[in-house]
């Protein structure tokens, strides 16, 4: 499903070049959890924002369902991904001035779902959120919110669920329950990369990459 | 925005508002100026019409400086004329002259002299009425002034003209005229001195009361009444009275002018102040709004990038932003119309909603504001939109 050939990034900074990621190369196949495991500032977040096609790698080609995303324009990127992959931060990023069901609804902004007002209410009441289906983010929990968010990602049936920290907020039992639907969504038959620092986290994954911050390198 | 679409809106109604009071200004002018005149008028007629009219009846033919012209072929009719005039109810007339006078020469003194024959009055209309002009008095003489200047003449003294003993009466004070040179005598004598019996060749009727606009009918009248004659007006009242009502119009019409003129001279200083203050006000709303713009795409930079992360296009993260613009211009305009014109009826001292209504019709430059605010506005946000499509979703995420 997704294939990571050779990916390489710098950030330009004052005092000179920080290469973040040298010739990393996976695979994610459907209906499988893969988990990234590293330390903090390894560039775990830029190899899933490279996967997800927002972040253009300096060499490397990220192939998501056998197509090239960086060989297309911004806009048909933009329409891909919305079609392709569905993203789950750490800090959620929802809009605050939208309720839980308008969150969800969002990605129709982006592309056409088809029942996706019935997908919407499903996906709220599967993750137990349904009694807060009009409160807007600041009315939510950490848990509740991500669950928001983990709802959102879901709406559009992506291949490719990317997640960054999911659990990084949310304490022992909602971290659970979000793994609890990452993998659901697996055995459904999409992929999965999270990225965690959390090894806790990471051996609940099929398989499991380490990340080295002084090599910038994968490790399987 | 509110306060650039007020700031025009504000404009535009004191200028209509200055049209109309300068509309009404002219109008009550004119209606003004125009009992004034008709005041003028009667007050005129009031004051002339005692004063009345003068007509001068000569022979046909004989003309007015011929009277005083011994080359010229004299004309005369008959003395009876006068009389005839003064009893007959042509017109109402308050003193009848006739004349015989002819440019002579004074043998005795070796001088060109006009010799006027006068009989007095031979008609006043009310025996209460001042005689215009004391009769001559026979064997008796007036003086020009010239005359009895030169030759030393005084009063009393006796003097000889034409083989004559005459007693000099009256001597006139300088009047800079031909009566300077004139000696009057009673008609009789001069008619004997003259050889033409019963002859005259002038009427003066003063003072003929009548409406001026009957004087044409007085010339017919007076030609039928008194053939070979020919009627001539003079000293008019009627014409000063015409003459007073054409210079008053014309003042009054150049005091309209003026007014008119000062308004514009006004109304143009106003229109030229906001032709330079009311586009600085909209390119400072439109600096404005493009500063709180582009505040604002950096405050939802998070959201846009949730949003591009989401998959949105450039031109949906540009709408979304327009959007917003669109409505702050929409919003902005209907208050700032409605403010301005809020502010112009105050301003004027007539806070009604039927004052604002009636400053805002013909709508069509709020109808343009409210148009062109929210197309303005999204003018100046075109940038700070153009800038929030272009944001990388990866740095905006990687930040939070």
């Avoid at chain 2, 007020?6 to 109309?20: K, N």
């Avoid at chain 2, 004989?62 to 011994?70: A, F, I, R, V």
């Avoid at chain 2, 001559?136 to 083989?163: Q, R, T, W």
């Avoid at chain 2, 210079?247 to 000062?262: F, L, P």
Wanted: net charge neutral; glycine share 8%; with cysteine.
């Amino acid at each position: 499903m997704l294939e990571l050939s050779n990916i390489t990034k710098s950030y330009s900074r004052p005092d000179g070049d920080i290469r973040v990621l040298t010739d990393v190369s996976l695979t994610v196949n459907a209906g499988e959890f893969l988990a990234v495991q590293g330390p903090s500032g390894c560039g775990k977040t830029t190899l899933l924002l490279a996967a997800g096609g927002m972040l253009h790698p300096d060499g490397g080609r990220v192939m998501l369902a056998s197509e090239d995303f960086y060989k297309m324009n911004i806009e048909a990127r933009a329409a891909y991904r919305a079609r392709m992959v569905g993203f789950v931060f750490q800090q959620f990023h929802l809009l605050p001035y939208l309720s839980v069901l308008d969150n969800v609804l969002s990605p129709t902004l982006a592309s056409d779902i088809s029942d996706a007002r019935n997908r919407a209410e499903e996906l709220i009441a599967n993750l137990g959120l349904a009694e807060r289906r009009r409160h807007v983010p600041a009315e939510l929990s950490t848990g509740e919110r991500q669950r928001v968010a983990m709802a959102r990602a879901l709406l559009g049936r992506p291949k490719l669920l990317l997640a960054d920290e999911p659990t990084g907020n949310l304490d022992a039992g909602n971290a659970a329950a979000v793994l609890d639907y990452l993998m659901q969504f697996a055995r459904s038959g999409g992929a999965v990369l999270l990225v965690t620092h959390d090894s806790a986290v990471a051996r609940q994954a099929d398989r499991v990459i380490q990340m080295s911050k002084t090599a910038a390198k994968m490790a399987e | 925005m509110a306060v650039a679409v007020g700031c025009l809106a504000a404009q535009v109604a004191l200028l209509r508002q200055y049209d109309a009071q300068t509309d009404q200004i002219i109008k009550d002018k004119e209606k003004q100026t125009d009992q004034a005149m008709k005041k003028l008028e009667a007050d005129a007629r009031k004051i002339t019409v005692r004063m009345g009219f003068n007509l001068l009846i000569l022979p046909e033919g004989q003309t007015l400086s011929g009277l005083y012209d011994d080359q010229a072929q004299q004309k005369f009719m008959p003395d009876e004329y006068a009389a005839k005039l003064a009893s007959e109810k042509v017109i109402t007339i308050n003193h009848v002259l006739p004349a015989l006078t002819q440019s002579v020469k004074w043998p005795e003194r070796n001088r060109r002299i006009i010799l006027t024959g006068v009989k007095g009055e031979v008609y006043i209309q009310s025996g209460e009425q001042k005689p215009i002009l004391s009769p001559v008095p026979a064997g008796s003489v007036v003086l020009g002034y010239e005359l009895h200047k030169s030759f030393n003449i005084n009063k009393g003294d006796s003097i000889e003209f034409m083989g004559r003993k005459f007693k000099a009466g009256k001597l006139h004070d300088e009047q800079g005229s031909r009566d300077d040179a004139t000696i009057w005598m009673n008609l009789s004598e001069v008619q004997e001195l003259l050889q033409k019996p019963g002859k005259i060749n002038s009427i003066l009727a003063l003072e003929c009361e009548c409406q001026a606009d009957r004087l044409a009918n007085i010339r017919k009248e007076v030609t039928a009444l008194l053939p070979g004659t020919q009627v001539i007006e003079f000293k008019s009242q009627a014409l000063a009275r015409s003459e007073i009502r054409l210079r008053t119009a014309e003042e009054s019409a150049q005091s309209i002018q003026r007014e008119r003129e000062n308004r514009q001279k006004l109304k143009d200083q106003r229109v030229a102040f906001g032709a330079v203050f009311v586009p600085i006000v909209i390119l400072g709303a439109a600096i404005w709004v493009a500063f709180l713009m582009l505040g604002n795409v950096r405050d939802r930079a998070p959201e846009t990038g949730v949003l591009r992360a989401i998959g949105l296009r450039s031109w949906q993260i540009i709408s979304l932003f327009l959007g917003r613009a669109v409505a702050i211009g929409l919003v902005g305009a209907v208050i700032g119309a409605l403010g301005g014109l809020a502010v112009a009826a105050f301003w004027q001292g007539a806070p009604s909603w039927r004052d604002m209504l009636a400053m805002a019709s013909p709508p069509d430059v709020y109808v343009a504001a409210v148009v062109l605010a929210p197309l303005l506005s999204a003018a100046a946000s075109w940038l700070p939109a153009f800038l929030a499509s272009r944001q990388d979703p990866a740095t905006v995420l990687q930040k939070e």
